[in-house]
């Protein structure tokens, strides 16, 4: 009975041991999220990799494309265990495709800017994030965006994503399909190459008559205006007066003002690699409370991502939201719709 025992332990233990290496994929994975804007297609796991296959969508117009970061970059993605204490990082981000065409095999280097396929319209990514096959005791975990983001909704994070087996319920092919084909058909993004075709001639339209030219007024504020390379000073708090929104949106008005303003941070922060930035965002007075302040906060993670792809570190930017606060206009006006910039040296 001894051996028997013995015999019967040894073929549970290799009957376990071969469960985990077992190749399968989930094609119906579980997992909450911030926004619509993105979806993990599917979960692979190998006997060697945990693979997250990654999809979201940018708008042409809001977005200056997408940023991936690898290993020891700045913000790339890790599972934070749940139901275990234990943080996993990423191995590669590979297969970039947009709109379905490879733009590399593999992210090098500190990051990988992909610009969006054109001016208008929205533009379709995807990428494989790989980990370690992750252990079986396991069974939640969370995709961060860089550690420290665990609550900036402005990350592309996934929550409580559930960790399968071979044994549990993975759908097949078709379910993940269906959930790509719905994903891109709610976005108007059901083309899956960059080809393009011949667009139909738009008609003739007269041409709109141009605003009259007014000379804005002279702001108020502590803060002083940002126009040259010589206002940016340590210690020191400036209004990026040149970069306008429209209302209830991250849109810029008027994009070769709020590019000059945009090169004059990133060249300050490149000659002045010590240098760290807060960029304080507001808002105009209408409106619901929260929106505001969920507005102010995207504009200036915009500028935040921005100065990411060009290079700088979001580790050296912070954002602070501060939604209607302190008007400039106190009845109301577009240059409410404002961020500060206050300079930090080390």
């Not at 058909?185 to 339209?205: L, S, V």
């Not at 304080?280 to 619901?288: A, C, K, V, W």
Request: charged share 30%.
């Amino acid at each position: 009975m001894k051996y028997i025992s013995i015999v019967l332990f040894l073929m549970t233990t290799i009957f376990a041991v071969n469960a985990q290496d077992k190749d399968y994929v989930d094609h119906k994975p579980e997992y909450r999220k911030w926004l619509d804007s993105y979806i993990i297609d599917k979960i692979e796991y190998t006997q060697t990799n945990t693979i997250i296959y990654f999809r979201f969508i940018c708008k042409n117009d809001e977005s200056g494309g997408a940023i991936f970061y690898p290993p020891g970059g700045a913000s790339p993605w890790y599972l934070k265990g749940r139901n275990v204490n234990k943080d996993v990082d990423i191995l590669a981000v590979k297969n970039i495709r947009r709109n379905g065409i490879l733009l590399t095999k593999e992210v090098t280097g500190n990051s990988f800017h992909a610009d969006p396929a054109g001016k208008t319209g929205n533009t379709v990514f995807s990428c494989e994030v790989y980990f370690p096959r992750l252990p079986n005791d396991l069974k939640t975990a969370d995709l961060i965006e860089g550690k420290g983001q665990e609550y900036n909704r402005r990350h592309f994070n996934c929550f409580n994503i559930s960790l399968k087996t071979w044994e549990d319920d993975l759908g097949s092919e078709d379910d993940s399909k269906k959930k790509v084909e719905e994903f891109e058909t709610k976005f108007n993004t059901t083309k899956t190459t960059d080809e393009k075709k011949p667009e139909p001639k738009p008609e003739p339209k007269p041409e709109p008559k141009p605003e009259p030219q007014t000379k804005p007024e002279p702001i108020t504020g502590d803060a002083a205006p940002l126009h040259s390379a010589q206002d940016m000073e340590c210690q020191k708090r400036l209004l990026l007066d040149r970069i306008q929104f429209h209302d209830n949106s991250t849109k810029y008005k008027g994009m070769i003002n709020a590019n000059r303003t945009l090169n004059l941070l990133f060249d300050f922060m490149r000659e002045h690699p010590n240098s760290t930035i807060v960029l304080h965002g507001y808002s105009d007075i209408f409106g619901n409370k929260e929106r505001n302040e969920e507005l102010s906060e995207a504009r200036v993670i915009k500028i935040q991502r921005w100065l990411g792809m060009v290079g700088i570190s979001p580790n050296r930017i912070e954002v602070e939201a501060h939604g209607s606060a302190d008007p400039l206009i106190p009845e109301g006006d577009v240059r409410n719709r404002r961020v500060e910039v206050e300079v930090k040296c080390n």
